[in-house]
């Protein structure tokens, strides 16, 4: 079957399209008597849909059907849940701009259908995921939630239901008809943060995710407790709108104490190049070097793009506050303010996709566009 937005083969077409009942029915959980709201469960992959290769003893997708197995509970939810495998179920170190792409224009296509949308996806990339599904769906007004799991959810003490289990229940949690979190966000252990302000900061416990610079939106516990005055609401009355042009020619180049002129260099004359997230000190401090300057100055003239990102996970980036930041100043950085290094490179990727002009990216790179960053 061949796709209508991709024009290859796809797996999704018969979803995308709404065309055919009985394949989509292959993969409805249920449809529960009290029916409380409807989600689509997209599911990308990730250690939630892992079990142990028996030779290798490596962790590696398992077939999507045999996740229903794992989860009864689902029909408690008394939510009607329909779900979309992504077929092959990746690794999430494998997603690529295609993945979000598939995922925004699935969640366009089934928009009006659903009261809200969860992502099963890897844990290891989700904030650059979320960060960008966040830019690329603009006038949200229903939730789409990321989770997954640090554990396989066929293992005992697998995170992978309560995971899922609350997601589902944010996904579709309403209040006068409205949805209580219109945001793209991340949910894990008990924690829902807005997701272009997350960074996955631990691989070995289930508190995986944190927001350093933005407050949680929602806590659960025995009730989920919403921070309603945290959650971004679109003005009313404006309609969804999917961008899912992306422009890859984004490089990161992080700072450390002895970096040569020969690697600032390389980075900054990657053909093609067109932005560049540059993780400085503290504050948004660099090196004095009379080099250093040159070769910012030298990119910033030929239109490439700088803006800083501090090293630091908390706080914002001051430029001018330091001597060791005037420079960049007056090199023609632009300032990332306190945003993640995730939302900054799915930020430039979606504004250099959307747009021809330069003078336009720069505008929005100072403005904050879905809650990604506090200015000031
Ligand atoms: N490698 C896995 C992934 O990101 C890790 C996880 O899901 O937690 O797909």
């Known amino acids: 079957m061949l796709c209508r937005f991709k024009k290859t083969k796809c797996h999704f077409q018969p979803f995308c399209a709404k065309k055919s009942a009985i394949f989509v029915n292959q993969f409805l ?98 904030a650059h995921s979320a960060s960008a599904l966040s830019f690329m769906l603009e006038n949200l007004s229903k939730p789409v939630i990321f989770t997954g799991a640090q554990l396989p959810i066929g293992m005992m003490r697998s995170d992978a239901k309560e995971n899922l289990l609350t997601a589902i229940e944010i996904a579709s949690a309403q209040e006068n008809g409205m949805a209580i979190v219109p945001e793209v966000c991340i949910f894990f252990e008990d924690t829902l943060f807005r997701g272009n302000r997350t960074t996955k900061k631990n691989a070995e416990h ?27 609401y679109s003005e009313p009355g404006t309609k969804l709108r999917v961008r899912t042009k992306v422009d890859r020619n984004v490089a990161i180049l992080k700072l450390f104490p002895g970096i040569t002129q020969f690697t600032v ?88 996709g959307e747009y021809d002009s330069l003078h336009e990216v720069r505008h929005k790179l100072s403005i904050s566009i879905c809650g990604e960053m506090t200015i000031g």
């Open 206 to 232: 289930f508190n995986a995710f944190n927001s350093y610079n933005y407050p949680a939106l929602a806590k659960a516990g025995v009730h989920i407790k919403y921070f309603r005055s945290y959650i971004h």
């Open 29 to 126: 959980f249920f449809v529960n008597v009290e029916k409380k709201g409807a989600v689509l469960l997209l599911f990308t992959g990730g250690t939630i849909s892992m079990s142990e290769d028996p030779a290798t003893g490596a962790l590696r997708p398992i077939d999507f059907n045999r996740l229903q197995e794992y989860m009864p509970e689902l029909k408690q939810t008394g939510v009607h849940v329909k779900s979309i495998p992504f077929l092959p179920l990746i690794d999430s170190s494998d997603v690529q701009p295609d993945t979000w792409e598939k995922l925004a224009l699935i969640i366009e296509e089934n928009y009006d259908d659903f009261d809200g949308f969860v992502v099963l996806h890897g844990t290891d990339t989700m």
């Open 265 to 352: 260099h390389a980075i900054l004359n990657i053909p093609g190049l067109k932005a560049v997230v540059l993780e400085s000190f503290g504050a948004g401090n660099a090196p004095r070097r009379s080099w250093f300057f040159d070769e910012l100055k030298a990119a910033n003239e030929k239109g490439i793009l700088i803006v800083n990102k501090s090293q630091c996970s908390t706080g914002t980036v001051e430029m001018g506050r330091y001597e060791t930041s005037l420079n960049l100043l007056s090199a023609g950085v632009i300032s990332g303010y306190d945003c993640t290094t995730e939302a900054l490179v799915a930020k430039l990727m979606c504004l250099l």
